[in-house]
Antibody, heavy 120, light 107 residues
């Protein structure tokens, strides 16, 4: 079964750090680009960051640039998001998503999400 | 950044009727456009990629069309499980961007 499972969310104070993880299974992880997408409560989807299969191409939304770092470990079939200097506006469900795990050129598989709450 | 604008924000449709959702890009995204469906409490799921291609398992009543800057998702004969929020996304340029969503609700 093709699956993505996020972990690492929780309640954190403003200015602190958190590291999210996404464990992949059921597809050839090291051939696929990976992304993080977030959704604030009651709001729409916001792309956060993406990384190509070989980590050669990395991008960030302006809202997180300089504070978040995406990385991957192909040997462990895992994707990460290091989030520093967290702000209340970073509060959201964070989803990892894969491009073309089964077919196509878009986010064909999503994880169930992990909630990050930034509050004092 | 390419801005994606979806309309309408909310669409009230009776079961069995057709729904037409629109998505406009601020500049061309070629055919690098996807549609996602999101039901309450669930992650989004892919409906259409490449503007008009349905992934395996997606019913034929979901039809995507368009290219460049204007795109449409048509859902023919709405079923109960189709009432949800729909998002378009361009993946032609980074940063990738989503539209604000269209909520399809029961009339």
């Amino acid at each position: 079964e093709v699956q993505l499972v996020e972990s690492g969310g929780g309640l954190v104070q403003p200015g602190r750090s958190l590291r999210l993880s996404c464990a992949a299974s059921g597809f050839t992880f090291d051939e696929c680009d990976m992304h993080w997408v977030r959704q604030a409560p009651g709001k729409g989807l916001e792309w956060v960051s993406g990384i190509s299969w070989n980590s050669g191409n990395i991008g960030y939304a302006d809202s997180v640039k300089g504070r978040f770092t995406i990385s991957r470990d192909n040997a462990k079939n895992s994707l990460y998001l290091q989030m520093n200097s967290l702000r209340p506006e970073d509060t959201a469900f964070y989803y990892c998503a894969v491009v073309g795990a089964t077919e196509g050129s878009a986010f064909d598989i999503w994880g169930q999400g992990t909630m990050v709450t930034v509050s004092s | 950044e390419i801005v994606m604008t979806q309309s309408p924000a909310t669409l009230s449709v009776s079961p069995g009727e057709r729904a037409t959702l629109s998505c406009r890009a601020s500049r061309t995204v070629s055919s690098n456009l996807a549609w996602y469906q999101q039901k309450p409490g669930q992650a989004p799921s892919l409906l259409i990629y490449g503007a008009s291609t349905r992934p395996t398992g997606i019913p034929a009543r979901f039809d995507g069309s368009g290219s460049g800057t204007e795109f449409t998702l048509t859902i023919s004969s709405l079923q109960s499980g189709d009432f949800a929020v729909y998002y378009c996304q361009q993946y032609n340029n980074w940063p990738l961007t989503f539209g604000g969503g269209t909520k399809v609700e029961i009339k």
